[in-house]
């Protein structure tokens, strides 16, 4: 037996709608990761771009569990001292939604350049209205 390699201009990418209405976000980000990883093809290759590409809507509206809306605390630096930045998830979800979901799924990618280039595929937007009507994409259920 042979072990079959994907290669780059050999994969079929197709593209999924997802929406994250009353979705708990983890696992949306796992769904999501799993899909642009390609992992769930038969012709999975670690090196290689084999997932597809995923349209989020209604990203305003996802849910999470617990006390995380209070207690969930994201940072940023911007590298001087006292350059410390800090802001809770509801505060995030009220003002920029698509990042929640982008800072989630990249937590489960790999780094490096492959990992950038497939969070690159991943379109996400606040209400139910995308610009990839084009794309027909494929309706996602989680």
């Not at 995923?54 to 849910?63: E, G, L, P, S, W």
Request: hydrophobic share 35%.
């Amino acid at each position: 037996m042979k072990t079959v390699f994907a290669k780059k201009g050999e994969v079929e990418q197709k593209w999924y709608l997802v929406d994250a209405e009353d979705v708990v976000l983890g696992r949306l980000a796992t769904k999501i990761a799993t899909y642009l990883r390609g992992k769930n093809k038969p012709v999975f290759t670690p090196h290689i771009d084999t997932g597809d590409f995923i349209i989020v809507v209604n990203a305003d509206k996802v849910r999470v569990t617990g006390k995380k809306l209070d207690n969930k605390i994201y940072y940023s630096h911007s590298g001087y001292p006292g350059g410390l930045k800090s802001e809770t998830l509801k505060d995030r979800l009220s003002t920029k939604p698509a990042s929640v979901i982008m800072d989630a799924v990249w937590g489960m990618l790999p780094k490096g350049r492959l990992g950038r280039a497939l969070l690159k595929k991943l379109k996400v937007y606040r209400g139910s209205e995308h610009p990839h009507k084009a794309q027909k994409p494929e309706t996602l259920s989680l």
